[in-house]
Nanobody, 121 residues
């Protein structure tokens, strides 16, 4: 199986920054994509950053210019640098990995348990 583990969440004041980390481990043969999603109370889980195997990145307008996703391919790890945080960024942030494992020839999706980000003064 594959495990996905996030870390780095916490409490930050408006205008501050946080850096989230996510490590994928297990019988991973190839990673198709990894990304970050967030879910605020009463809202759907939305994509905030995706990094494809090619290195291409995607961001919604709500975070573009403030958030940056990056990776350490050797460690199967991605990061999310979040700058200029506002109250609207408060949510549980989930890491997602779409991977090919040694146990299947088809891509499979895995999710972390989430790390909470609270932006408050």
């Amino acid at each position: 199986q594959v495990q996905v583990l996030e870390s780095g969440g916490g409490l930050v004041e408006p205008g501050g920054s946080l850096r989230l980390s996510c490590a994928a481990s297990g019988d991973i043969v190839r990673i198709d994509s990894m990304g970050w999603y967030r879910q605020a109370p009463g809202k759907r889980r939305d994509m905030v950053a995706v990094l494809l195997d090619s290195g291409s990145t995607h961001y919604p307008d709500s975070v573009k210019g403030r958030f940056v996703i990056s990776r350490d391919s050797a460690k199967n790890t991605i990061y999310l640098q979040m700058n200029s945080l506002g109250v609207e960024d408060t949510a549980v942030y989930y890491c997602h990995a779409r991977v090919l494992t040694s146990q299947t020839i088809a891509m499979q999706d895995y999710w972390g348990q989430g790390t909470q980000v609270i932006v408050s003064s």
